[in-house]
T-cell receptor, first 112, second 115 residues
Framework: QKEVEQNSGPLSVPEGAIASLNCTYS??????FFWYRQYSGKSPELIMF????GDKEDGRFTAQLNKASQYVSLLIRDSQPSDSATYLC????????????FGKGTKLSVIP | EAQVTQNPRYLITVTGKKLTVTCSQN?????MSWYRQDPGLGLRQIYY???????DKGDVPEGYKVSRKEKRNFPLILESPSPNQTSLYFC??????????????FGPGTRLTVT
């Protein structure tokens, strides 16, 4: 059973701080890694993807991947109240797969 | 506008009354999928389809059926709904070819209540 684990939170950070969200996965052959943001009652929205070890930056967001440790993280710099949402980590298994296994999500609250 | 649409958005029904939730995408995506989302359980895949007439079970297929007769449509069928199928349902589709990351585009969701 492929598993994706996240701390459920809630994670509370003050406005302007760095929010750090973490995710571990059990399938060592996993290829692609995604971070989705989901506001309450809304559909998931892709904010970052990464498939190579290291860091990938996009604006205030940085995704970090360490395949040896089976660990992926999302850093949100200069956190804003509008970043308050649930963040879902998702993983695809081996090459050529269209499957997505989701973690249960981490709820982030940015305090003004 | 590229999008995934679902209908209905909200549905209240009774146990045993067959229902269909429609999903349609206008992006010519080959891959389509259904998920359900429940508090504390996250998003779980019900069924997916790699292309027309090709479907397969996800993690929680019991009590559901799907069909893929056209590329753009992927309806979810509940032949005899039960209260434990009360959930928020999402349809998603993916880019048709090539390398990762296989980004999935989600529909707006259908909130189903079975009494």
């Amino acid at each position: 059973q492929k598993e994706v684990e996240q701390n459920s939170g809630p994670l509370s950070v003050p406005e302007g701080a760095i929010a750090s969200l973490n995710c571990t996965y059990s399938d060592r052959g996993s290829q692609s890694f995604f971070w989705y943001r989901q506001y309450s009652g809304k559909s998931p929205e892709l904010i970052m993807f990464i498939y190579s070890n290291g860091d990938k930056e996009d604006g205030r967001f940085t995704a970090q991947l360490n395949k040896a440790s089976q660990y992926v993280s999302l850093l949100i710099r200069d956190s804003q109240p509008s970043d308050s949402a649930t963040y879902l980590c998702a993983v695809t298994p081996g090459a050529g797969s269209y499957q997505l296994t989701f973690g249960k999500g981490t709820k982030l609250s940015v305090i003004p | 506008e590229a999008q995934v649409t679902q209908n209905p958005r909200y549905l209240i029904t009774v146990t045993g009354k067959k229902l269909t939730v429609t999903c349609s995408q206008n992006m010519n995506h080959e891959y389509m999928s259904w998920y359900r989302q429940d508090p504390g359980l996250g998003l779980r895949q019900i069924y997916y389809s790699m292309n027309v007439e090709v479907t397969d079970k996800g993690d929680v297929p019991e009590g559901y059926k799907v069909s893929r007769k056209e590329k753009r449509n992927f309806p979810l069928i509940l032949e005899s709904p039960s209260p434990n199928q009360t959930s928020l349902y999402f349809c998603a589709s993916s880019l048709p070819t090539g390398a990762p990351p296989y980004e999935q585009y989600f529909g707006p969701g259908t909130r189903l209540t079975v009494t």
